[in-house]
């Protein structure tokens, strides 16, 4: 078992909805990264999180550390929003190391 | 100007030839890493280096070996390719945040690799 999960794997919304992708981490943490990968593939970091909620535009991402699960959000969704997002999470050893998760694969219909 | 720059972007090669990568970031960044990304998109660390030394080797093959000559650049030879090398490479690169809320990082665009 992977020690950092997404669900789900794939998701697929019309635009304008509400998008919600989820994380989940069996692993002691100092810090969460959300990353968004292009079909490009170029990896972009959205937000890095220790606790609490963040917010940038349309995207929300929270964190409950003590449930050791992160959601990223997004509003009033569209296409350009098409892309694959990956958790990843720093370890609380004191490395740089980060470990990711899987990715969910995010298609926006017009 | 690109943060976090590699080359090549693309490469395609053939088994057991020796290859090299080349990572630089004009971000001033103490931290650099290459991250290896499967066919099924999967990325895991390869190695991290923080000014210059190396901080994270995560059972990668010796044919794979990494070079900082400065904190700025670190680049990523491989000796005698085989087939499953194939995939995406990425650099990055992080500075800590000293209030101890975390770091940024900042990947490259990705160089793939073919081994045919």
């Known amino acids: 078992k992977n020690e950092v999960e997404q669900s789900p794997q794939n998701l697929t919304a019309q635009e304008g909805e509400f998008i919600t992708i989820n994380c989940s981490y069996s692993v002691g943490i100092s810090a969460l990264h959300w990353l968004q990968q292009h079909p490009g593939g170029g990896i972009v970091s959205l937000f890095m999180l220790s606790s609490g909620k963040k917010k940038h535009g349309r995207l929300i991402a929270t964190i409950n550390i003590q449930e050791k699960h992160s959601s990223l959000h997004i509003t009033a969704s569209h296409p350009r929003d098409s892309a694959v997002y990956i958790c990843?999470?720093?370890?609380?050893?004191?490395?740089?190391?980060?470990?990711f998760g899987t990715g969910t694969r995010l298609t926006i219909i017009p | 100007d690109t943060a976090v720059s590699q080359t090549p972007k693309y490469l395609v090669t053939q088994m057991g030839n020796d290859k090299s990568i080349k990572c630089e970031q004009n971000?001033?960044?103490?931290?650099m890493y290459w991250y290896k990304q499967d066919s099924k998109k999967f990325l895991k660390i390869m190695f991290s280096?923080?000014?210059?030394?190396?901080?994270i080797n995560e059972t990668v093959p010796n044919r794979f070996s990494p070079k900082s000559p400065d904190k700025a650049h670190l680049n990523l030879h491989i000796n005698s390719l085989e087939l499953g090398d194939s995939a995406v490479y990425f650099c990055?690169?992080?500075?800590?945040?000293?209030?101890?809320?975390?770091?940024?990082?900042?990947f490259g665009e990705g160089s793939w690799l073919t081994v045919v």
């Open positions: 971000l001033g960044h103490d931290t």
């Open positions: 280096y923080n000014n210059k030394e190396l901080i």
């Open positions: 990843a999470v720093r370890s609380d050893f004191g490395n740089e190391k980060l470990t």
């Open positions: 990055a690169s992080s500075q800590v945040d000293f209030s101890g809320q975390g770091y940024t990082i900042y």
